[in-house]
């Protein structure tokens, strides 16, 4: 069995889902697919790749990102309604949202939004950043969101992690800001504070993660930090094409 990896597949484009439909049939039908968010902010698209890739893979695993939980084309009261029914239409399709254990490896999704960990939101950020204007979380700021989301991820001390001899992790946020690389110019650190959580760190280490899988920010990249492994394979734009693979990933 392998596992693959991608995230950020943004199916609102023509060219993103012509590339999904095209995908092989029958090359991955014995193996599992991380699929770690932002996939459409439509329930239909949702659906349409959901029932694509588990005609392909065993399995497909997901976490929701943030694009998925946008409503303002939805008729749905806020993103809570979108989450459940986002999560109405996994069970449907028989796509993964808890720990998946093959054998001696447990892959565990982890769910994350972002609380200013890597940063202040200022009033530039506050004004551009989609969520502030798709999303709807009544009775929640983006800490107590945080908090709604990541206190539903496991810990070790969970059944299905017994006799796990190996861990991989996987989010759409990003669980440390240092793995934006230096290169990233001042101009487009300005997002930096709505990446993720330092929660999600802590969260997998916790788990003795050995690998974690993540998404969001677009640039792609795998480091080793002090003894896991961090790799995002984002899909991305077709603006962005010159700069992402593009391609399904390894990681196992």
Same mark, same amino acid.
């Given at each position: 069995?392998?596992?693959?990896?991608?995230?950020?597949?943004?199916?609102?484009?023509?060219?993103?889902?012509?590339?999904?439909?095209?995908?092989?049939? *029958?090359?991955?039908?014995?193996?599992?697919?991380?699929?770690?968010?932002?996939?459409?902010?439509?329930?239909?698209?949702?659906?349409?790749?959901?029932?694509?890739?588990?005609?392909?893979?065993?399995?497909?695993?997901?976490?929701?990102?943030?694009?998925?939980?946008?409503?303002?084309?939805?008729?749905?009261?806020?993103?809570?309604?979108?989450?459940?029914?986002?999560?109405?239409?996994?069970?449907?399709?028989?796509?993964?949202?808890?720990?998946?254990?093959?054998?001696?490896?447990?892959?565990?999704?982890?769910?994350?939004?972002?609380?200013?960990?890597?940063?202040?939101?200022?009033?530039?950020?506050?004004?551009?950043?989609?969520?502030?204007?798709?999303?709807?979380?009544?009775?929640?700021?983006?800490?107590?969101?945080?908090?709604?989301?990541?206190? *539903?991820?496991?810990?070790?001390?969970?059944?299905?992690?017994?006799?796990?001899?190996?861990?991989?992790?996987?989010?759409?946020?990003?669980?440390?800001?240092?793995?934006?690389?230096?290169?990233?110019?001042?101009?487009?650190?300005?997002?930096?504070?709505?990446?993720?959580?330092?929660?999600?760190?802590?969260?997998?280490?916790?788990?003795?993660?050995?690998?974690?899988?993540?998404?969001?920010?677009?640039?792609?990249?795998?480091?080793?930090?002090?003894?896991?492994?961090?790799?995002?394979?984002?899909?991305?734009?077709?603006?962005?094409?010159?700069?992402?693979?593009?391609?399904?990933?390894?990681?196992?």
């Amino acid at each position: 069995m392998r596992v693959f990896a991608i995230s950020d597949l943004h199916l609102d484009y023509a060219a993103n889902r012509e590339w999904l439909q095209q995908l092989p049939v *029958q090359e991955y039908n014995d193996d599992v697919l991380l699929l770690a968010g932002d996939v459409s902010d439509r329930l239909t698209l949702l659906e349409d790749a959901f029932s694509a890739l588990t005609k392909r893979f065993s399995a497909v695993l997901f976490v929701p990102g943030n694009h998925d939980l946008w409503i303002n084309r939805e008729r749905l009261p806020d993103s809570f309604a979108k989450l459940e029914a986002l999560l109405a239409a996994t069970r449907e399709h028989g796509v993964h949202t808890d720990i998946y254990r093959k054998d001696e490896l447990a892959i565990v999704p982890l769910l994350g939004w972002y609380d200013y960990s890597f940063g202040a939101a200022d009033d530039y950020l506050k004004a551009a950043w989609a969520d502030y204007r798709n999303c709807q979380w009544p009775g929640h700021d983006e800490a107590s969101l945080t908090r709604f989301f990541t206190q *539903q991820n496991p810990s070790l001390s969970s059944l299905a992690l017994q006799n796990a001899r190996r861990i991989i992790t996987f989010s759409h946020f990003l669980p440390r800001i240092d793995l934006m690389p230096e290169r990233i110019p001042d101009k487009h650190r300005k997002i930096y504070p709505v990446l993720g959580t330092t929660v999600l760190e802590s969260q997998l280490r916790g788990l003795g993660s050995s690998l974690h899988v993540y998404g969001h920010s677009h640039v792609n990249r795998q480091v080793t930090i002090d003894g896991v492994t961090y790799i995002n394979n984002a899909f991305g734009y077709p603006s962005e094409a010159h700069f992402t693979a593009r391609r399904l990933m390894q990681v196992r």
